[in-house]
């Protein structure tokens, strides 16, 4: 783990440490963050065919194009993706005409520092069909998917859960939010 508990326990030792280093290794050991592409198939499905056309015909009928999503508990990164490939697919060309685009947050450092790289193992992009795989990832020299490429305006901000305090208030209102048991 990282440095050892002081005399009077792990709590004493995150309590005092100011680094905040302690905490942090805390919770990269003991988040699960067992996660892939499309691994809630239903989930997803309910999102493209159900939510979101019926969020965007209510944002259409109040002439508002920005649709916002907050993914929760986002891991390393292939839900936030998945959702907006699924976003990019349902809006086609249109796309650029929406201010849209997803935040995820995750509490794990480690699984956030993947989801920034995009860079994925072939298992954990293999749930996805195969037009998705084509059209938003590239393969890396070594035959490994590269990173997903839904455009400059993909995942708004991959970013700690604790951070969001700092820059809440800037934050423009979330349409949606998603979370998954990681």
């Not at 920005?66 to 796309?95: K, N, V």
């Amino acid at each position: 783990m990282g440095a050892p508990c002081p005399a009077g326990g792990a709590e004493d030792y995150l309590v005092n440490d100011k680094s905040e280093r302690g905490l942090s290794e805390l919770i990269n050991r003991i988040s699960t963050n067992h996660t892939y592409f499309n691994r809630e198939k239903a989930h997803f499905d309910f999102f493209q065919q159900t939510a979101l056309p019926a969020v965007v015909e209510m944002m259409r009928r109040q002439n508002n194009r920005d649709l916002r999503i907050w993914c929760a508990g986002c891991s390393s990164g292939e839900e936030p993706y998945t959702l907006q490939m699924l976003m990019m697919e349902h809006f086609g060309s249109e796309y650029s005409k929406w201010d849209a685009g997803i935040l995820a947050t995750d509490i794990s450092e480690r699984v956030l520092s993947i989801a920034r790289a995009g860079i994925y193992p072939q298992e954990r992009v293999a749930q996805l069909p195969q037009p998705l795989q084509n059209k938003y990832f590239r393969k890396l020299p070594d035959e490994r998917p590269g990173a997903p490429m839904p455009g400059p305006s993909s995942c708004r901000a991959i970013c700690a859960h604790s951070a969001i305090r700092d820059w809440c208030p800037t934050i423009a209102p979330i349409s949606k939010h998603c979370c998954t048991a990681s």
